[in-house]
């Protein structure tokens, strides 16, 4: 598809002040098609990587809902082996910065959070590259993101979703379990966009985070309410690596190559109506001893350099003072680097300098009729924290 023309539109409108609706000031990007690649990490070794077409057309779901779009999302085979897929994800939106491109004009990039079920077809060998689940004829939990850019020569996207290990993504307490024989505890899928994409283990960021902002939203089933809040203003945060890098696998953990996992913990405050409130993840003996799990997965190589990806799951603590969401969630989320610095819009009470790194993490709220479970199924995120290095 050729990207259709843009322009920049400034600030989102989510930052007036803590616990206040918002005035959204956002785009609505056109369909957009792009060459990707789908991986499998088998044992976090790249097991194999195919060439696919990704297919997205994009729609806010409106209704008041006003930081939620969908995506409709086609994976097409380029190659025989290739996987086909399809499905449709919930775009949660982040924020937007703005950046110096390539060819050195101004570009904005807005980053929105992904998570829904993709369905694959039964022609692809399974279990790499279609999952057991998804060759059984059952939906499968994909999450990451997707940054939509406003460049001079129209829009663009960087896409990523991932399914993980069965031993998160069809754990017992999910709302998936699955037997052995379609757990695939040895085993993850991924998805990146553009192609130029090297599934090269890089490290995760790590040490003092600069401030931007937490973002919550109150969800209520019966009766059904959504209100989407303004933003809570992040005061201070770390991101510690907890032990060595390794392979974190279901059927092993080992610090020998490819060591693609790294264990970290999280901990910061946000300032909401001259209160500061603090967040950790929380540390899972046996699991997670930090509370998070950073997987970094890879890097784009670029005409401005390396952009690396790295993908989040962890546990966190957040008692958030706009809503009555219950203080602990299950939650993932990515960052992305860039080479040069981007500036982000300045909010109404602390400065936010430049930054390289830009870290998205969203808690989990699943949608019925797995409402009693923390994680497994498509969900929404009423906690939203952004965090750059």
């Known amino acids: ?77 380029i190659a025989p082996g290739a996987p086909m897929a399809s499905g449709w994800v919930l775009a949660k939106y982040s924020r937007t910065w703005t950046r110096i491109g390539g060819g050195g004009g101004l570009e904005q990039v807005w980053r929105f959070l992904l998570n829904g079920d993709l369905y694959y077809s039964t022609g692809a060998a399974s279990p790499c590259p ?16 997707v ?48 192609s130029n994409f090297d ?37 201070q945060a770390s991101l510690n690596d907890i032990g060595t890098p390794r392979c974190f696998s279901c059927t092993f953990s080992s610090t020998s190559a490819p060591m693609a996992y790294q264990f970290q913990q999280l901990t910061g405050s946000a300032w909401c109506g001259g209160t500061n409130t603090t967040f950790s993840s929380i540390p899972v003996p046996g699991l997670l001893p930090g ?3 950073a997987l970094g997965l890879g890097f784009w190589t670029t005409s401005t350099g390396f952009v690396p990806l790295t993908v989040y799951w962890g546990i966190m603590a957040y008692d958030d003072p706009c809503t009555t969401e219950a203080p602990f969630f299950i939650v993932s989320g990515v960052a992305t680097e860039q080479s040069s610095p981007a500036t982000l819009f300045p ?9 390289r790194t830009f870290i998205d993490i969203g808690s989990a709220k699943l949608l019925p009729p797995f409402s009693a479970s923390p994680w497994g199924s498509m969900y929404v995120s009423t906690v939203l924290f952004q965090l750059n290095q």
Request: charged share 10%.
């Open 130 to 145: 279609v999952p057991p689940p998804g060759a059984a004829g059952q939906p499968v939990l994909m999450t990451g993101f």
């Open 147 to 194: 940054d939509y850019i406003c460049t001079s020569a129209g829009w663009e996207m960087m896409l990523n979703l991932n399914h993980h290990n069965g031993c998160l993504s069809h754990a017992p307490w999910s709302s998936r379990p699955q037997p052995p024989a379609l757990a695939h505890r040895d085993r993850s899928y991924h998805l990146v966009t553009p």
């Open 1 to 77: 598809l050729v990207p259709a023309q843009c322009s920049a539109l400034g600030n989102d409108g989510f930052d007036l002040g803590c616990c206040l609706p918002p005035a959204p000031n956002l785009p609505t990007p056109p369909p957009l098609g792009q060459t990707g690649k789908y991986a499998c990490l088998n044992n976090c070794a790249l097991e194999q990587e195919w060439l696919v077409d990704v297919d997205v057309a994009f729609a806010w779901i409106g209704g008041g809902i006003d930081d939620y779009a969908g995506l409709q999302v086609s994976i097409s085979p």
């Open 199 to 235: 599934f090269t283990p890089v490290s995760p960021p790590s040490g003092t985070l600069l401030a931007e902002s937490v973002r919550s939203s109150q969800l209520t089933w019966s009766p059904f309410n959504y209100q989407a809040n303004s933003e809570s203003y992040v005061n």
């Open 291 to 293: 509370g998070m799990l």
């Open 347 to 355: 909010n109404t009470m602390f400065p936010v300098p430049p930054a």
